[in-house]
């Protein structure tokens, strides 16, 4: 039974937020490349958006770095919007709304229109996860389908600077303001899932589950050492936690939720999409992820 999750077990690729530093995963790439390691998933945020899109879509990483000198530069991000100035000093005059960016965005648009055109998500060579952050509530926006341009742009819409952008209805921010490294939670298919939207129903939860799972990493680091303790559920979720180690000694938490040792799993996100025998509930509630300080 172990033995075969472990042959299920695929890699997955995670470029978080950090601007032009977010290049630095096409070196990791490239040693994968190397290792003759092939990449069964890509997830972006933010600014790493850009370079799991260039990976999925097949350019080589060569092509990506290339790409780089058009994405994302400083004549992009410099482009002022003027009419936005106006309405910070003349809110009333000239109109101030959800929509705000001090630059103008028409050249990051034309750029990523040259490069991916009307590429959708869903049919990359690879799998790939984009993530964005809900203006309206602050949570996690995961889209593994839709125009990949639409994703990219909401996610590397910094408050302020870009506007949020438009997406089916629900305006959407850098993926940096929910999660800059996704951490998610998953449960056993077929399981009830619980409401994780809040602070609050997220703590509930905790102390109704049975059992919990989190991997030995930093996900579960930040878990055991900082949230549980914040809020005030560290001792009566002690009992009932198993910290899981993980690959290439160990499994990934995902598998041990599969075989019903663990009622809840937490990691990364990316490890936890389309696991067989476990369900994604979603990421940890915005004020709750690292980074993020809450009451």
């Not at 996690?140 to 389908?145: I, L, P």
């Not at 056993?188 to 409401?195: L, Q, W």
Request: hydrophobic share 45%; aromatic share 8%.
């Amino acid at each position: 039974m172990h033995s075969s999750h472990r042959h299920q077990r695929g890699v997955a690729v995670v470029i978080g937020s950090g601007s032009v530093k977010c290049a630095a995963a096409l070196g990791l790439v490239n040693v994968l490349n190397r290792a003759g390691i092939a990449i069964d998933m890509l997830v972006g945020c933010s600014a790493g958006c850009l370079y799991a899109t260039m990976l999925a879509s097949g350019r080589t990483t060569a092509e990506a770095a290339e790409m780089t000198k058009q994405l994302w530069t400083s004549t992009i991000t410099d482009q002022h919007n003027r009419r936005a100035w106006l309405k910070a000093a003349f809110p009333r005059l000239f109109g101030f709304d959800a929509r705000f960016g001090l630059r103008d965005d028409r050249l990051v648009m034309e750029r990523l229109n040259a490069a991916f055109g009307d590429s959708r998500i869903e049919a990359m060579g690879t799998p790939l996860f984009l993530t964005a952050t809900d203006f309206a509530n602050g949570n996690q926006a995961v889209f593994s389908s839709g125009r990949a341009v639409d994703a990219i742009r909401a996610s590397i819409a910094v408050p302020f600077l870009f506007s949020p952008w438009p997406i089916d209805g629900h305006l959407y921010i850098d993926g940096y303001m929910s999660d800059p490294l996704p951490v998610g939670v998953a449960m056993r298919e077929g399981s009830m899932k619980p409401d994780l939207s809040t602070a609050e129903k997220f703590r509930a939860a905790m102390l109704a589950a049975k059992s919990i799972a989190y991997s030995d990493s930093g996900s579960g680091t930040f878990l055991s050492t900082t949230l549980f303790p914040k809020l005030g559920v560290a001792d009566q979720v002690a009992g009932k936690s198993r910290k899981v180690r993980g690959p290439p000694s160990g499994e990934p938490v995902a598998a041990v939720v599969a075989r019903g040792e663990a009622e809840i799993g937490f990691q990364q996100v990316s490890e936890l999409l389309h696991v067989p025998g476990v369900t994604f509930v979603g990421p940890l509630p915005a004020e709750l992820q690292p980074g993020f300080s809450f009451a």
